[in-house]
């Protein structure tokens, strides 16, 4: 499985971005797909989680009710939607996946860069 991250920017606090992920390689349909972020001098921590089939997702508590993970089939991509964001949103954000609802995620993209100025 191949990820490929994109979309991230300088943005203000309150304004919104959409993060993308473009998933290729083998077929997919068992795995989870997620987001992580790594602010400077911090462990790198989960945002958000999606199961490629059936859609259930999960959410770290700092971000539920601002940030949405969705999936489109048609393009094999993973979104992340986010609003209302805070400067404690900056963060190199990755996407990340795995067989599975459960276990350590075995394969991650490249991060993008998401800056949110107070």
């Known amino acids: 499985v191949q990820l490929q991250a994109s979309g991230g920017g300088l943005v203000q606090a309150g304004d919104s971005l959409r993060l993308s992920c473009a998933v290729s390689g083998r077929s997919f349909n068992t795995y989870t797909m997620a987001w992580f972020r790594q602010a400077p001098g911090k462990e790198r921590e989960f945002v958000a989680g999606?199961?490629?089939?059936?859609?259930?997702?999960s959410y770290a508590d700092s971000v539920k009710g601002r940030f949405t993970i969705s999936r489109e089939y048609a393009k094999n991509t993973v979104y992340l939607q986010m609003n209302s964001l805070k400067p404690e949103d900056t963060a190199v954000y990755y996407c990340a996946s795995r067989q599975g609802w459960v276990g350590s995620y075995d394969y991650w993209g490249q991060g993008t860069q998401v800056t949110v100025s107070s």
């Open positions: 999606i199961r490629w089939s059936g859609g259930n997702t």
